[in-house]
């Protein structure tokens, strides 16, 4: 059995509770896109980690967690985040990484830099985590494969190629030291020593497990909105955030993945430029920002202050039925109890009329958001673990997305520990 879990809007959902969660009952958990440039804030008993390149399923002695061929492999802090794991009581897990996945190099996180150095104002909010410049040059066919650090002419012969080429942007373009191809070889050849152990043909592995029946669990990583294709492009990541994209960067086929929980937060949140019609500033969206997550609305990654925003309808119906939910899982709505009245973003006002269906970027920046105010139900609702002893407007709120978003929501969050869930 295949699921996967995916985020409808602009990441920070909470998949990494969710992930975790649904990991006590899975056997394989594995990373499929993206690399370290978004976090998974995950509280449970061991303490309260932000995961970036691990899968949320490593807390569990009884998983295996799957770097796919799909993932940005930052190899030094895929062994910096297992040290830190197991330094906090947490025991060693079983990781495996994809022969086929792709390294991320220290030349590619300059190049992220760079590149927002020199587009000043224009300046796409990366991470500049290299994720960008890696894909880039991934499709450009001039990236490091897992596989070819074992093969060394290849590794030599390829070294000398990329450097003549990168030298040249890095002299001319953004007047930057150049690469030694001798450094640079050696930093493969201790990449190829760090990753030696957990290295494994993961296609051939889960055929395998498919057929033992085994539970699997694809994690994605940000959201629907931030997919390059479907997404607010261009203030989008550089891979799928899309479950379909799961099959491809896992190495299953698509008819395999039988489930996909797509997580929604209760209201809106953002790290990032880019389009955000439901978007509050000044007191009203600190207030939200400060009773957020746990601790705060601040990026995993970043540490940056998250934009906030109302629940917004017409984005997450959109990003719930790309991602092809079979259900939804609602989280942060214990964060919501302090409100009189919640304000959710029905529709999207675009030159005169209003729409329901989720446009393209240009006619998103000319979209005012449409309200409709739902009463609060003014209390805490933690600790609650029945729907039905939910107070009745909080059920009426749950229900009047569950409606707007026309998938059913079976999981609902009521707060950041691992067990404050509501299943429905």
């Known amino acids: 059995m295949v699921r996967a879990i995916v985020g409808a809007n602009w990441g920070d959902e909470g998949k990494g509770k969710i992930t975790d969660m649904l990991g006590e009952k899975s056997d394989i958990i594995i990373r499929f896109q993206g690399g370290s440039n978004a976090g998974h804030t995950i509280i449970n008993d061991y303490g309260k980690f932000a995961l970036h390149l691990l899968p949320s399923g490593v807390f569990y002695e009884h998983t295996t967690c799957i ?42 996180i300059l190049f992220d830099e760079y590149e927002e150095e020199r587009l000043g104002g224009k300046a796409f909010g990366s991470t500049k985590s290299g994720i960008a410049p890696f894909y880039s040059d991934k499709y450009a066919k001039i990236g490091f494969q897992v596989s070819e650090l074992f093969d060394e002419d290849t590794l030599v012969e390829k070294v000398d190629r990329i450097c003549e080429q990168k030298n040249i942007m890095l002299e001319h373009m953004y007047h930057k030291p150049t690469i030694d191809p001798k450094e640079l070889l050696e930093t493969l050849h201790e990449y190829r020593d760090i990753v030696a152990p957990y290295v494994c043909d993961v296609a051939v592995y889960l055929r395998k497990a498919i057929e ?41 086929a698509p008819y395999e993945i039988k489930d996909i929980i797509t997580v929604v937060k209760a209201y809106s949140s953002a790290v990032g430029a880019g389009e955000f019609v439901s978007e509050i500033f000044g007191d009203e969206a600190d207030e939200l920002r400060r009773r957020g997550g746990d601790g705060g609305e601040f990026g995993a990654t970043t540490g940056r202050p998250r934009r906030m925003g109302w629940f917004d309808a017409v984005a997450s119906r959109y990003g719930v039925k790309m991602q092809g939910a079979t259900e939804v899982a609602l989280t942060c709505l214990d964060v919501l109890g302090y409100l009189d009245e919640i304000p959710v973003c029905v529709g999207y006002e675009v030159d005169g009329e209003v729409t329901k269906d989720f446009p393209v970027t240009a006619k998103l920046k000319k979209a005012k958001p449409v309200y409709e105010k739902l009463p609060g139900w003014k209390c805490d609702v933690r600790g609650i673990t029945k729907y039905e002893d939910l107070p009745e407007n909080c059920r009426n709120y749950i229900e009047f997305i569950e409606k707007e978003l026309d998938t059913p929501v079976k999981m609902v969050s009521n707060g950041p520990g691992r067990h404050e869930i509501i299943y429905r």
């Open 67 to 108: 770097i796919g061929n799909g993932v940005a492999l930052n190899i030094p802090y895929l062994q910096r985040e297992i040290d830190e794991i197991v330094s906090q009581g947490v025991p060693k897990p079983n990781i495996l990484v994809s022969d086929r996945a792709q390294i991320l190099m220290p030349y590619h």
């Open 212 to 252: 033992e029946n085994k539970t699997i669990l694809l994690e994605g990583q940000l959201g629907t909105l931030k997919d390059p294709d479907f997404g607010i492009y261009p203030m989008v990541t550089s891979s799928s955030t899309l479950a379909a994209y799961g099959a491809i960067g896992a190495g299953i």
